[in-house]
């Protein structure tokens, strides 16, 4: 009498997994219970050293008579701002033309816009 292995699965082989995963979980479970009885509520870390308050004040000391670094952080004076607003002046022995007024330059513009303006409507543009 011999088995041959067949097509089908082989539910003896199923069975026994099947028991011994089911043994596994319960000593697991068995294990975990054990643990959480007798688990001691936590060992802490040794407790830091205090340091002693005169270290301390003797570093605060030297933090004082440590000279800082200097910030440029310097407020400009109103006639300086003024200043600044002005339009920059040439050297003088330079001539430079000068720069034309707001309203001259809107005129300008609105004559160009209507020049623009006839160009697309002849389709030129």
Excluded at 6 to 31: M, T, V
Excluded at 80 to 86: G, K, T
């Amino acid at each position: 009498n011999m088995k041959l292995g067949g097509l089908g699965p082989d539910y003896e082989a199923i069975k026994e997994k099947k028991q011994k995963l089911k043994l596994q979980k319960e000593y697991s479970r068995q294990i975990n219970e054990y643990n959480m009885k007798n688990i001691v509520v936590g060992q802490r870390l040794p407790a830091k050293p205090q340091v002693s308050s005169v270290s301390r004040q003797k570093a605060l000391e030297y933090a004082k008579k440590i000279p800082r670094p200097k910030t440029f952080i310097t407020r400009q004076s109103d006639q300086e701002v003024e200043e600044e607003r002005d339009l920059p002046q040439a050297p003088k022995g330079t001539s430079l033309p000068q720069i034309p007024s707001l309203e001259s330059l809107w005129s300008r513009h609105e004559k160009e816009k209507e020049v623009v303006a006839a160009f697309k409507a002849l389709h030129i543009l």
